[in-house]
T-cell receptor, first 114, second 113 residues
Framework: KAGVTQTPRYLIKTRGQQVTLSCSPISGHRSVSWYQQTPGQGLQFLFEYFSETQRNKGNFPGRFSGRQFSNSRSEMNVSTLELGDSALYLC?????????????FGPGTRLTVL | AQSVTQPDIHITVSEGASLELRCNYSYGATPYLFWYVQSPGQGLQLLLKYFSGDTLVQGIKGFEAEFKRSQSSFNLRKPSVHWSDAAEYFCAVAPTGYSTLTFGKGTMLLVSP
């Protein structure tokens, strides 16, 4: 069974640009969550999607947005990139929503903003 | 709001020695608690979880954790550490009804020969 895949794995952008990251969940999983990992702030929750609906959102500015498609694949978008957006962005998928559903993490997308 | 504290940023343990990583949480209700491990360049892997019932939970790779409500703690233990256990370990808590994980800052485990 294939795991969670994230594309691209590495990305370099300049300030002011926008970026789209993609996450393909494990087959059959309907819930996708996104996290940002930085050395200073650690792992922080961005969004949770279930059946194309955003169920929960973390404390991030409106420049961060996401969506989920009918096949459960998810994308997140960051507009007007700032240096502080440099981070590892992790996607996790689970069968359903709620903490009893184990979340499986992808390898992440490493975003560098210059 | 929930929070997680991992007091130790780095820990060095000799191979074969026992390990205990500390985790304290703050949450108003009965928490859902997790330990994850992250190796360099990799995503997070779930080691074990606690939802209810027996307060001593067994996980993968020989790890166990004990939930102590009176101390708001969920410490991770392993009786004998292997060099391959060197990684960063994260404790996390989730609220009822949501998949949202609140993570601690992590503890980097170094294993010396």
């Amino acid at each position: 069974k294939a795991g969670v895949t994230q594309t691209p794995r590495y990305l370099i952008k300049t300030r002011g640009q926008q970026v789209t990251l993609s996450c393909s969940p494990i087959s059959g999983h309907r819930s996708v969550s996104w996290y940002q990992q930085t050395p200073g702030q650690g792992l922080q929750f961005l969004f949770e999607y279930f059946s194309e609906t955003q169920r929960n959102k973390g404390n991030f500015p409106g420049r961060f947005s996401g969506r989920q498609f009918s096949n459960s694949r998810s994308e997140m978008n960051v507009s007007t990139l700032e240096l502080g957006d440099s981070a590892l962005y992790l996607c996790a998928s689970s069968l359903g929503t709620g903490p009893s559903n184990e979340q499986f993490f992808g390898p992440g997308t490493r975003l560098t903003v210059l | 709001a929930q929070s997680v504290t991992q007091p130790d940023i780095h820990i060095t343990v000799s191979e074969g020695a026992s390990l205990e990583l500390r985790c304290n949480y703050s949450y108003g209700a009965t928490p859902y608690l997790f330990w994850y491990v992250q190796s360099p360049g990799q995503g997070l892997q779930l080691l074990l979880k606690y939802f209810s019932g027996d307060t001593l939970v067994q996980g993968i790779k020989g790890f166990e954790a004990e939930f102590k409500r009176s101390q708001s703690s969920f410490n991770l233990r392993k009786p004998s550490v292997h060099w391959s256990d060197a990684a960063e370990y994260f404790c996390a808590v989730a609220p009822t009804g949501y998949s949202t994980l609140t993570f601690g800052k992590g503890t980097m485990l170094l294993v010396s020969p």
